[in-house]
């Protein structure tokens, strides 16, 4: 019987043929991949001829395809449309993977042959992406290794292992505990202050479970507008409470020990590998280099920004207090609160927003940024084989008309799908010996659902949401590479965000909101007095939110960037990393790290600053824009090419070429009213 992952998609775009495959034809597909890609390792190492950069460099970039095309798709679907038989599967061959990862990095006879063509780089007269590809070869093997001695080689292909067991344990923890809870409300009363959309929502959610009145989960659409409006303040710090023990209670789903051992293994994996730290390790390849500039980065914005912080929460505490005489303002009422000064101040609520965002709308509305941006266009495609009824997939066109990429929306919670909002790839775009492939690339979020009544309807952060994974989407589908490992997002981790956040700023500009943000019953155009508040409003409560952000960095720094022996209480470890950035009274058994996935599931240990780090980079690069025209032609090429470049290009000299200077934090301070 064939195994439809291991043969030739023959599908439109060779797109994956998910409707043909099935869960037992996994675990077989990845034994057979990676036997394969033995072999073209093999191959390459068992060659007579000496190394060269096309029979060693090139072809290590082109062996392994058939397994890193069935690993997206497996792997993408386990945080999509994951079901117990899948994470089964998934903690059976990541092992297989992380052997197999190491087997290739700490073969000696390979990295002897790389060795041979690195020593020869300045003679071989290669083009800036084949240099760059063999530096990153070359060090994707001194950094991972290959130096070492065989004691030392074991320890770490172990480690490798059980660090990818602990983070696919963690995220499926996670998952685990907020499919868990449930909020059912039977009173009426207990709804009030909420939103029609948020009621129909729970009603609905109810309805499916076969529960009598309504159901609040802890799925950030249902969660958020909850914690938002709800002027039952006990029922908010109920669910305050459900949400801060995520992976933190005492049952099979408890996080505690997965994060001690994976930051303990990670610090022993750097150790092995001749770093100081994690952090060291990582950072090496990043653009900020080292722990003591992120630091330094953090706390030079938290100096900034806590004033303005705590001047936010005094002025939301004493309008507490006036309005319901709330004597000590806890965080379950920071959300509740805010809404409501931001109501008072602006006159503006999300409310009277969301009827101008309707989700087909706003979706259409990046399109059309993108194609005055960029000439690309975007089709709504039906013959494309889909995972889920949910999805959408759209075929992307240049401004020749030529294909560009697939892309795939899939917009909605489900409780097979992780929290939370990504891009991911399918397929990465490679141009090798004019074999050229383009990508296939999917944005995954979690919006309110239509309902009856009333189609999906965003809030304004859903709105920036969508428009940052879409930024993400555009680096992704845009490249103009030959390799595939140095195409779209494969970039330094704390560029990776630039392309994402730049494209935020699309959403506050008038000449871009005019084209999509259109009321869903009348067709009208968002008046220029709700756009006006929308800009005015934009920085209310930005010293708070920053500070936050910087918590989350200084804590992914905290348990990286220190020579840890051992954490003995992971809750008193975060409160004291947290001390500096306080601003609310502390809770008791509320934790962030158990269920803090960025650091601990994805890739973003020792680099969560990139958020921060690459709001610089945007507010200035979008200050550009603003400088020219959010449409100037001349300045949307240049950004193209930033876009379309990859991981070609060191991403500081990338953005120089852009800009034509080095970023400053002016612009970011100066938009986010920090000055």
Not at 199 to 212: F, L, M, N, S, T
Not at 216 to 239: C, D, G, V, W
Not at 455 to 461: C, E, I
Request: with cysteine; aromatic share 12%.
């Amino acid at each position: 019987m064939t195994n439809p992952l291991l043969e030739k998609f023959e599908t439109p775009f060779e797109s994956a043929p998910f409707s043909k495959i099935k869960n037992d034809d996994y675990k077989p597909a990845f034994i057979q991949a990676i036997d394969d890609a033995k072999a073209e390792i093999d191959a390459i190492t068992s060659n007579a001829e000496a190394p060269t950069f096309e029979n060693t460099i090139e072809a290590m970039e082109l062996s392994g395809e058939k397994l890193g095309r069935i690993s997206s798709i497996f792997f993408n679907l386990n945080s999509a449309e994951t079901n117990d038989e899948i994470q089964q599967i998934a903690q059976e061959v990541s092992p297989l993977l992380s052997e197999f990862g190491n087997d290739v990095r700490l073969n000696q006879d390979l990295f002897e042959r790389i060795k041979v063509v690195y020593n020869q780089k300045d003679s071989l007269k290669l083009t800036e992406e084949q240099a760059y590809l063999l530096e990153k070869k070359y060090k994707g093997f001194s950094r991972n290794g290959a130096n070492l001695n065989e004691e030392d080689k074991n320890k770490l292909r172990e480690i490798d292992k059980q660090l990818a067991m602990l983070s696919l344990q963690f995220g499926q923890n996670v998952l685990a505990e907020t499919n868990a809870y449930e909020l059912i409300i039977t009173d009426e009363n207990d709804l009030k202050g909420l939103p029609q959309y948020v009621i129909d929502q729970a009603k609905a959610d109810a309805e499916q479970k076969k529960y009598e009145g309504w159901l609040i989960t802890l799925h950030a659409p249902s969660y958020i507008p909850f914690m938002q409006y709800a002027e039952n303040r006990e029922l908010r710090e109920k669910l305050f409470r459900a949400n801060g023990v995520k992976a933190y209670q005492n049952n099979e789903y408890n996080n505690e020990e997965n994060v001690k051992n994976i930051v303990k293994l990670r610090q022993e994996r750097a150790k092995i590998l001749g770093y100081k730290t994690h952090a060291d390790y990582v950072l090496e390849e990043r653009m900020a280099k080292k722990p003591e500039t992120v630091l330094d980065f953090l706390h030079d914005l938290l100096t900034k920004a806590k004033p303005f912080a705590e001047k936010e929460i005094k002025e939301l505490a004493a309008f507490a207090k006036e309005v319901d005489g709330i004597e000590t303002l806890q965080r379950w009422d920071h959300g509740y609160y805010a809404e409501k000064l931001k109501q008072k101040k602006f006159s503006l609520s999300d409310e009277e927003l969301k009827p101008y965002f309707q989700l087909e709308n706003v979706i259409q509305g990046a399109f059309d940024v993108a194609t005055k941006l960029y000439g690309i266009t975007f089709k709504e495609i039906q013959t494309i084989d889909k995972y889920n009824e949910d999805i959408t997939t759209y075929e992307v066109l240049d401004k020749n008309g030529e294909f560009l990429s697939l892309l795939y929306a899939d917009f909605f919670p489900r409780s097979g799908k992780r929290p939370g909002a990504w891009m991911t790839s399918y397929r990465e775009a490679s141009n090798v010996n004019g074999n050229s492939k383009r990508p296939h690339i999917s944005i995954v979020c979690n919006f309110t659902k239509p309902t009856k009544d009333t189609p999906s309807l965003l809030t304004f952060q859903e709105v920036t949401t969508l428009f940052h994974e879409f930024g993400h989407a555009l680096h992704g589908m845009l490249p103009n590479t030959t390799y595939e490992s140095l195409s779209g997002t494969n970039v330094y981790w704390d560029f990776v965000e630039l392309p994402s956040q730049f494209y935020e700023n699309f959403c506050y500009e008038p000449e871009a909101l005019k084209l999509f943000a259109k009321h869903y019953k009348t067709g009208e155009i968002i008046p220029q007095e709700l756009i006006d508040k929308v800009r005015e409003s934009s920085t209310f409560m930005e010293g708070y939110q920053t500070v936050r952000q910087l918590s989350f960095g200084l804590l992914d720094m905290a348990y990286h960037a220190n020579d840890l022996v051992e954490i003995n209480d992971l809750q008193q470890f975060e409160k004291a990393t947290f001390k500096q950035t306080e601003l609310y009274p502390e809770v008791d058994k509320n934790i962030m790290s158990t269920s803090f996935s960025h650091i601990f599931q994805g890739g973003y240990s020792s680099g969560y600053y990139s958020y921060k780090w690459a709001e610089v980079l945007d507010a200035d690069a979008f200050a550009f824009f603003q400088e020219t025209g959010i449409f100037n032609q001349e300045t949307a090429r240049k950004f193209y090419q930033l876009l379309s470049s990859g991981g070609t290009v060191e991403p500081m000299k990338l953005y120089e070429e852009f800009r034509g200077h080095k970023p400053t934090a002016d612009a970011l301070l100066k938009r986010a009213g920090l000055v």
